[in-house]
């Protein structure tokens, strides 16, 4: 079954970091485009970074300079680092594979069709 599982929410004091990992089964991501989004209580999804399988990244200017988002080498999972977390923060996290088409379709996400579950991140001020 063809799926990502996500890990690594929680509760994290302002100023703190938090790591998220997404494993993939079923499937590698050598040639997925990967996504991380989050979607705070009634607000729409947001993008926050994803990388193109050209190696092209695109980054929210609401995370820029606080992220890394990577995969690791044997290309079964990836991983998003927050640091400087801010109670803005606050969001279900989700990390998505798949293929995009340009920029705005990999920070929308509406190409992507591979999703994981969410994992909560809550920032305490």
């Known amino acids: 079954q063809v799926q990502l599982v996500e890990s690594g929410g929680g509760l994290v004091q302002s100023g703190g970091s938090l790591r998220l990992s997404c494993a993939a089964a079923g499937f590698t991501l050598d040639y997925s485009d990967i996504g991380w989004f989050r979607q705070a209580p009634g607000k729409e999804r947001e993008g926050v970074s994803c990388?193109?399988?050209?190696?092209?990244?695109y980054t929210a200017d609401s995370v820029k300079g606080r992220i890394t988002i990577s995969r690791n080498n044997a290309k079964t999972s990836m991983s998003l680092q927050i640091d400087n977390l801010k109670p803005e923060d606050t969001a279900v996290y989700y990390c998505?594979?798949?293929?995009?088409?340009?920029?705005?379709?990999?920070?929308?996400?509406?190409?992507?069709?591979?999703w994981g579950q969410g994992t909560q991140v809550t920032v305490s001020s």
């Open positions: 998505a594979a798949g293929r995009t088409y340009s920029q705005r379709d990999c920070l929308t996400g509406e190409s992507f069709t591979i």
């Open positions: 990388i193109r399988r050209l190696g092209l990244d």
